[in-house]
């Protein structure tokens, strides 16, 4: 017979083994088998050949990747600081319990609904040189239409205007969510010693809110290295690979290369970008808040 320890622990097993189940299948078992399938040089129809790390040391002197390492990093240094202040902004603003306020919250939420072929759609009306809403404006003061999407120099910049004004509004829902968790008592206590605003923001508000700040960051960062959408409907990489993410690349190596394997050691690559960088700024960010 079990013991009523063993009878609590054994239903707690079977509430979580479904959902762990799942988990397992959908998330571990997909993350070991490419760890594994990197270690091979396969393609599409089931070939595949043990080459040990042979892919990484290709992948590490391939001047497309490292190019499209660089891109990545790019793109992501341009959309997570105005991804982490502009709702911030927006949020302080918007704070409100007013019907002006929450018709601007809406608006501002909106974009993120939208799918990414539609936000590509729309910023090809606005930023296309051939008839584009901002050319058409450059046009009435006589100026010549800027290439967005064709001048190397301009293109990350491009997109990561695309997804800035496209990922704003979840942010600033989560700051919204975290300002109206810090208690008002302390805004008053503020206004009695007639606190100014810069200070009452920085010694009261952001402190308030910072591991909100730290999870937008570190969310943002998560999302932004994985860029694909834009590049691949707008420019596909072009020109001369300037807009070409890692993701953009694997996609092509594995399906229209179909090298399975290499694609595979690219996306661990990736993957461990992704986890150097956010642990990296997640300790970090701890370190200075006082939680360590």
């Known amino acids: ?24 299948w959908l998330l571990v078992w997909p993350l070991m088998s490419g760890m594994g399938l990197s270690l091979f040089k396969a393609d599409l129809f089931g070939g595949a050949t043990f080459v040990g790390l042979e892919n990484y040391g290709r992948l590490l002197s391939d001047p497309v990747f490292l190019q499209a390492v660089g891109n990545t990093f790019l793109f992501v240094l341009l959309c997570v600081p105005p991804l982490a202040i502009i709702p911030l902004i927006l949020a302080l603003l918007l704070n409100r319990s007013t019907r002006v ?33 901002v050319a058409n404006i450059l046009a009435v003061f006589g100026l010549p239409p800027i ?38 008592d302390i805004y008053e206590a503020a206004a009695l010693d007639n606190s100014r605003w810069w200070t009452t923001l920085t010694r009261i508000t952001l402190p308030s809110i910072s591991r909100t700040v730290v999870l937008v960051v570190i969310m943002q960062c998560v999302l932004q290295f994985q860029l694909f959408g834009q590049p691949q409907l707008i420019t596909q990489g072009g020109p001369n690979g300037a807009s070409r993410p890692i993701v953009l690349f694997i996609f092509e190596v594995g399906f229209r290369r179909w090298d399975i394997g290499y694609a595979a050691a690219a996306s661990q ?23 360590a």
């Open 269 to 291: 690559i990736l993957f461990a970008i992704i986890l150097l960088v956010t642990l990296g700024q997640y300790l970090l960010t701890r370190k200075r808040t006082g939680d």
């Open 147 to 184: 290439p967005f999407f064709s001048d190397p120099g301009i293109v990350m910049g491009s997109m990561a205007i695309i997804t800035v004004w496209w990922c704003l509004g979840l942010p600033m829902m989560l700051y919204l969510s975290a300002l109206q968790q810090v208690p008002q």
């Open 1 to 24: 017979m079990l013991s009523a320890k063993a009878k609590t622990q054994l239903g707690n097993f079977l509430f979580v083994a479904p959902y762990m189940f799942v988990f397992a």
């Open 101 to 133: 306020a929450a018709f601007f919250r809406g608006v501002f939420f909106s974009s993120s609904v939208l799918s990414v072929t539609i936000v590509t759609l729309i910023w090809r009306m606005v930023l296309i040189p051939d008839g584009g809403f």
